[in-house]
C-alpha cells in the first residue's frame, strides 16, 4: 500500500487506504479484505485503483512514460541474462498474448519443454530470426473494455486492458479505431459497472461465453492465482455428467494447475454467479471467498447550462439519462395509429456487430 501511494497528495493517498480497509468508503474494495489477499494479488488491485483514481490525469502520466520506452539488457549469473523492453501495456499485452498462444500450439505429447520456457524460445526465436522455422504466428487476442462516452470522446475514464489494468481512453479509441481486426461489444451496468451476462446452448463452451469469463474473472479464480485469463480453461464447476449446465454460472477458468487440483483433490470451487467469480473449499472445509474485480459505475461528465434538458431528476437526487422516442421526420407528420405502418428505421450501419470477437 505505501509503494502505490507514494505519488500522491495526502487526500489521495487517504482514498486508497480507505477504499482497501475501511468497509463503509463509497465503493469499497469488495471482497477478500486487503489482509487475506497474498501481496501479489493485493499489488494489483492497488496499483488498479491508483490509476483510475490518480488526481494526474493518465494521459499525461501516459505520455511521460511513451517517451521513457526502452529494451534492457541485464547480464544475470550462470550464463543467463535478462532481456526487458518498456513498452506501452497494449503492446506488451498483445505480445505476451501472441506468445503465449504460439507456445500453447507447440505443446504436444513428443515436446518436453514447459509452457514457460516455450514462451521465451518462441519470442528469442521471433526476434532473432524473425520467424523460426517451425513456430506458429498467430494473431494476439486482446479485450479492451471501454466506457461509451470514453469511446466516444466525451469522457475520460481509463478503458480496462483485459490482463493489465486501467489504459488511458485515447489508447482504446485508437485500438478500436486502427482496428484491431474485429472486437467484442459488451455492455456494462451503468450503475456498478460489471459487465452484462451472454446465453449458452450446449456442453462445449462457445467462444464468446469464454470471452465473458476472461471479463468477468480476469484471471485464474484459484486463492491467490494470478495467471493470466487467456492461459486458463473453461470448467464446469458441476460437472456436465452430474446434471451442471454450461452457464455462466456453473463456469469457471482455472489455469491448468489448479484445473488440475480441482479434479484430482478435494478442493472444490462454489458459488459463482453472473458477476462474480466462483470461491473454494480447501481440503480441511475452509472457505476461501472469491476475488471481486473492482468494477465501478461511471463518471458522468460535467454538464454544461440547461442540463435539464438531459433529464436529470433534481439536484438532490442520483440522475440518469432518459430516454425518449425520437421525432418522426416531417414528412412523416402524424403518428402511425394501433396496427398501421410507421415510417422505415434507419439502416444499421454496423449489422454484422455479432460475430464480432474481441481482437
Known sequence: MCDEASGLDPAAAAALEAHFLDPEAPFAARGCPAGELVPGRFRAKARSWRERHHPVSIEGRHRKGV???RLEFVPDRDGMAWLSAYV?????TAAWSRATAAARALQGPAESRTLTQLRADVAADWLIAGVAEGTPSPRAQVLVTVPVLSLLGTGEEPA????YGPIPPSVARRLVGDGAGSFL?????PRSGAPLEIGRTSYPVPKAMRQWLRLRDGRCPF???SNHSLDNEADHLLAWSEGGG???TNLGQPCRKHHRLKHGTAWTPVNATRDQPPGWISPAGRSYPSE???WEPPHWPELPTGADDLG???DDTEWEPQWEPPDWPDETAGAPGPGETGPPLPVDPFPDWALFIAA
Open 312 to 314: 436529470l431528476a433534481g
Open 67 to 69: 517517451t521513457d520506452r
Open 88 to 92: 506501452t501495456a497494449e503492446v506488451a
Open 160 to 163: 480496462m486492458l483485459d490482463g
Open 223 to 225: 486463492p491467490g492465482c
Open 292 to 294: 471481486y474485480q473492482d
Open 246 to 248: 454450461t452457464g455462466v
Open 185 to 189: 461489444r459488451v455492455l456494462t451496468d
